[in-house]
């Protein structure tokens, strides 16, 4: 069993910047997948960047170049650092983490396949 348990979020003014942390705890094997899923108000949950053990990231188009997935050395705690904020990154960030070999999503999107641990989430507000 794992544990996440997102923190960083907060409102902030379109332009600006945010670092997101998941904190991970309960086992000692190391997730081959971790992520950060978002969801609005009326829309799906939405895959925002995942990382691999490997460290390979993938990015959702709409936040690639702003957006930042990374782990500190033990991997035990994932970040998104975010930057050049828009209104429509507005969301619940979740933090998700997966312990099967190869299923890592990519690309954004809904899938979210082989992550089978989920965080309660972190509310990003960004205001134009």
């Known amino acids: 069993q794992a544990q996440l348990v997102e923190s960083g979020g907060g409102s902030v003014q379109a332009g600006g910047s945010l670092r997101l942390s998941c904190a991970r705890s309960g086992t000692s094997y190391r997730p081959y997948c971790m992520g950060w899923f978002r969801q609005s108000p009326g829309k799906e949950r939405e895959g925002v960047a995942t990382i691999r053990t490997d460290g390979y990231a993938s990015y959702a188009d709409s936040v690639k170049g702003r957006f930042t997935i990374s782990q500190d050395n033990a991997k035990t705690t994932l970040y998104l650092q975010m930057s050049s904020l828009k209104p429509e990154d507005t969301a619940m960030y979740y933090c998700?983490?997966?312990?099967?070999?190869?299923?890592?999503?990519?690309?954004?999107?809904?899938?979210?396949?082989?992550?089978?641990?989920w965080g309660k989430g972190t509310l990003v507000t960004i205001s134009s």
């Open positions: 998700a983490a997966g312990f099967r070999a190869g299923a890592c999503p990519t690309g954004g999107g809904g899938n979210h396949y082989g992550l089978d641990y």
